[in-house]
Nanobody, 124 residues
Framework: QVQLVESGGGLVQSGGSLRLSCRASGRTFSTYAMAWSRQAPGKEREFVAAINWSGGRTYYADSVKGRFTISRDNAKNMTYLQMNSLKPDDTAVYYC?????????????????WGQGTQVTVSS
């Protein structure tokens, strides 16, 4: 059974930084692509970033490109989202997800397995 546990959320001022972490268990972590998405109050969940099985390819939403960095450590079964230059519009619950395949494509959607999410609040 796949389990994903996010951590690292919190309250930060505009322009600040946070690093989210996601610990995965339940199957061979290094085989599968990973992603982060977010959901703000009253809005649909949206894609933030994804990374392929090896970490060699990454993908970002236009709204976070140049500010956020997704990475993974396959030896530790961890995925990270480094968030810099945060804005109030980045306020949301952030979710870690895992795909059933090794590579990410936009048609794959937001993921196949989900964590519980971690709240990120950016004050102006």
């Amino acid at each position: 059974q796949v389990q994903l546990v996010e951590s690292g959320g919190g309250l930060v001022q505009s322009g600040g930084s946070l690093r989210l972490s996601c610990r995965a268990s339940g199957r061979t972590f290094s085989t599968y692509a990973m992603a982060w998405s977010r959901q703000a109050p009253g809005k649909e969940r949206e894609f933030v970033a994804a990374i392929n099985w090896s970490g060699g390819r990454t993908y970002y939403a236009d709204s976070v490109k140049g500010r956020f960095t997704i990475s993974r450590d396959n030896a530790k079964n961890m995925t990270y989202l480094q968030m810099n230059s945060l804005k109030p519009d980045d306020t949301a619950v952030y979710y870690c997800s895992q795909y059933t395949g090794s590579n990410y494509f936009p048609a794959r959607g937001l993921g196949d397995y989900w964590g519980q999410g971690t709240q990120v609040t950016v004050s102006s």
